[in-house]
């Protein structure tokens, strides 16, 4: 072998030992690249994972709370209008009570809301047919009691049933619906606690 022979082999052999070494440096250098992208996909994955995750149990808390209120608000709903047709049921039933038991119960009534003054109480058409023999006598007797008196009136009240007690220019409209109307919030109350223990 010549010496420019030599030569040419060295230069070819150093060119390859570079070519060889700049290969090396560059998939040295691409594998870094490649893990690296590795490692940060993986940790976007898994912060997109755990983010995903955590909004996913947010929404899911939100939803049943959302379901649950909805339901609350459905069951009291329904415990209302079961008060309501209780109630209902209640005025009916008072506004067909026997004649007996149902002038009592306007006795009764009548006496809470008795003063030591001159009344005057007023029935619907269908109670002034109806009126016991003795109730006037009954009135009587209750309002001297309470250091009043009472006079029932000859013309019908525009009420359904129950009555109105006036005192000069005060009236009080107690006619079964009224009177439930004015504590209805408490006998919701009472219906409620005594229906949904």
């Known amino acids: 072998m010549s010496g420019l022979d030599e030569i040419l082999t060295l230069i070819e052999q150093q060119q390859k030992e570079t070519e060889d070494s700049i290969l090396k ?15 940060k996909a993986q940790k976007a994955y898994e912060d997109h994972l755990r983010n995903a995750k955590a909004q ?25 209008e079961i008060i309501d047709d209780t109630i209902e049921k209640t005025i009916l039933k008072l506004k067909n009570l ?56 000859n013309v019908p009240a525009d009420i359904e049933d129950g009555f109105i007690l006036s005192y000069g220019l005060i009236s009080e409209n107690c006619c079964f619906r009224a009177i439930i109307e004015a504590e209805k919030e408490d006998i919701r109350d009472t219906a409620a606690r005594i229906l949904f223990r």
């Open 98 to 153: 026997p004649e007996k038991e149902y002038f009592e119960l306007l006795l009764r009534l009548i006496r809470r809301h008795l003063q030591q003054d001159k009344g005057v109480l007023g029935l619907c058409e269908a109670d002034l047919k109806r009126v016991p023999a003795d109730f006037e006598k009954s009135l009587k007797e209750m309002a001297e009691k309470n250091n009043g008196s009472i006079q029932l009136s």
């Open 25 to 39: 440096a560059a998939e040295s250098r691409a594998a870094a690249i490649k893990a690296e992208g590795d490692e």
């Open 56 to 80: 996913a149990e947010k929404d899911f808390e939100n939803s049943c709370a959302s379901v649950d209120a909805s339901m609350k608000r459905k069951i009291l709903a329904c415990k209302v």
